[in-house]
């Protein structure tokens, strides 16, 4: 049974430029959502995606857009990065079954440097 | 702003000792909370789920859960030094799946 997969595992990339991080959910779950992690920090949310649509946002500006795709595989894109964008990006999939019902897990993270 | 706070730590304990583990949380509409264990350069890693008040065992894990003080912890029983890592508590912000996560308690124990 696959667990949490996320692409690519590091990345750097220079002030201004956009990148697309990927994640595919364990087998069976429906339901992506995604954390930044910045060091010394727990997760904070991002965002999560259920049914190809946007169900709930964090406190993160514009610059931050997400996809859900049929197969429930979701792409989180960052424009404009910045220095302070430099983090453990993670994808967590869970299965919708409830509100406070579900339970997330997460996948390896990709870890993004802006430089 | 709904909050999780966690003792900052590190705790240190000796191998074969409890490891107590706490957090606090202020949203009341809370229905659903987690203890992930994360190691140094990895991922958050599930190691307990409660939803009710009360305790919950799973193996050396018991995550205990009180609603009217808003207060759940984790304890270690038999500590290893494989236990040594950050312990991140998280609880779903009221009416959603949102995850709200403490800061995390970093443990070492000590051979």
């Known amino acids: 049974d696959a667990g949490v997969t996320q692409s690519p595992t590091h990345l750097i990339k220079t002030r201004g430029q956009q990148v697309t991080l990927r994640c595919s959910p364990k087998?069976?779950?429906?339901?992506v959502s995604w954390y930044q992690q910045a060091l010394g920090q727990g997760p904070q949310f991002i965002f999560q995606?259920?049914?190809?649509?946007?169900?709930q946002r964090g406190n993160f500006p514009d610059r931050f857009s997400g996809h859900q795709f049929p197969n429930y595989s979701s792409e989180l894109n960052v424009n404009a990065l910045l220095l302070g964008d430099s983090a453990l990006y993670l994808c967590?999939?869970?299965?919708?079954?409830?509100?406070?019902?579900?339970?997330?897990?997460f996948g390896p993270g990709t870890r993004l440097l802006v430089l | 702003q709904k909050e999780v706070e966690q003792n900052s730590g590190p705790l240190s304990v000796p191998e074969g000792a409890i490891a107590s583990l706490n957090c606090t949380y202020s949203?009341?509409?809370?229905?659903?909370f987690f203890w992930y264990r994360q190691y140094s350069g990895k991922s958050p890693e599930l190691i307990m789920s409660?939803?009710?008040?009360g305790d919950k065992e799973d193996g050396r894990f018991t995550a205990q859960l009180n609603k009217a003080s808003q207060y759940v912890s984790l304890l270690i029983r038999d500590s290893q030094p494989s236990d040594s890592a950050t312990y991140l508590c998280?609880?779903?912000?009221?009416?959603?799946?949102?995850?709200?996560f403490g800061k995390g308690t970093k443990l070492t124990v000590n051979p």
């Open positions: 967590a999939s869970s299965l919708l079954v409830g509100v406070g019902q579900e339970t997330q897990y």
């Open positions: 087998s069976g779950h429906d339901t």
């Open positions: 995606y259920y049914e190809e649509e946007e169900r």
């Open positions: 949203d009341r509409g809370s229905q659903s």
């Open positions: 409660i939803y009710s008040n």
């Open positions: 998280a609880v779903n912000q009221g009416g959603s799946e949102k995850l709200v």
